[in-house]
C-alpha cells in the first residue's frame, strides 16, 4: 500500500515540475486559463491534457477523440 501511494506522490510531483514547454513531435505545447496543457501542431490542430475528477490523466484530441492515462495497482503506467 505505502508502494502505491509513493508511486502516486512522485507522478503527482513530475506532472507539476515538468515544463510545459515539453513538446511532442512538430507540437508547441501551453498552458491555457483552465490550467491544462494545450499542444498545437504543425497543421494547427489541437489537442488538450488535463486530469479527470478521479485524477487520471486525460487527452482531448481534435476529433472529439480522448485518451486516458493512470497508474495500475502493479506500478505500470497505462493508456487506452
Keep these: 500500500m505505502y508502494k502505491l501511494i509513493i508511486i502516486m506522490f512522485l507522478s503527482a510531483m513530475m506532472y507539476m515540475i515538468v515544463p ?3 513538446s511532442e ?3 508547441e505545447c501551453y498552458r491555457n486559463t ?4 494545450t499542444c498545437v ?3 494547427g490542430k489541437k489537442s488538450e491534457r488535463y486530469k479527470d ?3 487520471n490523466d486525460k487527452t482531448r484530441y481534435p476529433n ?3 485518451q486516458t492515462c493512470y497508474w495500475s495497482t502493479n506500478g ?3 493508456c487506452r
Design 20 to 22: 510545459t514547454s515539453k
Design 76 to 78: 505500470t503506467y497505462v
Design 25 to 27: 513531435a512538430g507540437s
Design 53 to 55: 475528477n478521479d485524477g
Design 64 to 66: 472529439g477523440s480522448t
Design 34 to 37: 483552465n490550467g491544462n496543457i
Design 41 to 43: 501542431d504543425d497543421y
